[in-house]
């Protein structure tokens, strides 16, 4: 008798600004669910590891200038260097939890106000990309932010940029989209990332067929 197919892992995408909590929210929900006997694994977008990476870790950190659409681009390349994982992760039942995703994708490079790279354009190169089941979105003012360890080291990071890049987020949002004060301490906030994680994963390991 033939086995029922493996339900499908969800993809749990978190979005922030700069120094929100991001990295420390997915790892403890991750970690949460494998207590709870989930298959789940952890991703960061950018990957800076592979060769492309590392050409955003340059730009990043400020070693190297880019044309704004080259860097837009490369941003998606390293995107895309990992759909077939994703898709063979999340097909075999693997839940993704990325802490960055095509949204920041979208939503940093709008913020440059560069005419030929809308909001629109920028959507239009990440539909081949799996979808998320759920954006976690950690909000919190680019002043708050600022305060945060660290702050101010890499390209990005200055406030005026910042609040650009909350309001490019805001034009994003949809019916995937949960919002998150990223005010709170770590641990407050972990409760309510975990009251919106939890639903969404249960469901689609209850059986949701992978979608594009
Ligand atoms: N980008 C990214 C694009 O332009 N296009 C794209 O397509 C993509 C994918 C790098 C940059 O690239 C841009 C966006 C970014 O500018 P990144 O490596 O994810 O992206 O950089 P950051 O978002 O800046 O990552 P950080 O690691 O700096 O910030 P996180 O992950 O939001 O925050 P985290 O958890 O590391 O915490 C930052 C500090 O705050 C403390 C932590 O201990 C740490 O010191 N902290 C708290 N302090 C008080 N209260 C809390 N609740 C706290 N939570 C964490
Ligand atoms: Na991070």
């Known amino acids: 008798m033939a086995t029922a197919p493996r339900p499908r892992g969800a993809l749990i995408v978190f979005e922030g600004g700069d120094r929100c909590g991001k990295t420390t929210q997915c790892s403890k929900m991750v970690e949460r669910l494998k207590s709870q006997g989930v298959d789940a694994v952890m991703w960061r977008f950018p990957d800076r590891s592979t060769s492309i990476g590392a050409a955003i870790n340059a730009y990043l950190s400020n070693q190297s200038q880019l044309d704004d659409a080259v860097i837009h681009m490369l941003f998606v390349a390293n995107r895309l260097e ?3 994982e994703m898709l063979r992760l999340l097909a075999g039942g693997t839940t993704l939890v ?3 995703y ?5 939503a940093y490079t709008a913020a440059k106000g560069v005419p030929h790279l809308s909001i629109d354009y920028c959507k239009s190169l990440e539909v081949v990309l799996p979808a998320a089941d759920l954006v976690v979105h950690m909000s919190m003012s680019a002043e708050a932010t600022a305060a945060r360890g660290g702050y101010g080291e890499e390209r990005y990071e200055k406030v ?3 609040a650009r890049v909350m309001e490019a987020f805001g034009q994003l949002r949809d019916e995937r989209w949960a919002a998150i004060d990223a005010a709170g301490t770590i641990d407050a906030i972990h409760e309510q990332v975990a009251a919106v994680v939890e639903p969404v994963v249960r469901r689609t ?3 949701a067929v992978l979608g594009r």
């Not at 095509?102 to 979208?106: P, T």
């Open 98 to 100: 990325l802490d960055r």
């Open 82 to 84: 990992k759909r077939d």
């Open 205 to 207: 390991l209850q059986g």
């Open 102 to 106: 095509s949204y920041s994708g979208v």
């Open 160 to 162: 005026e940029f910042q």
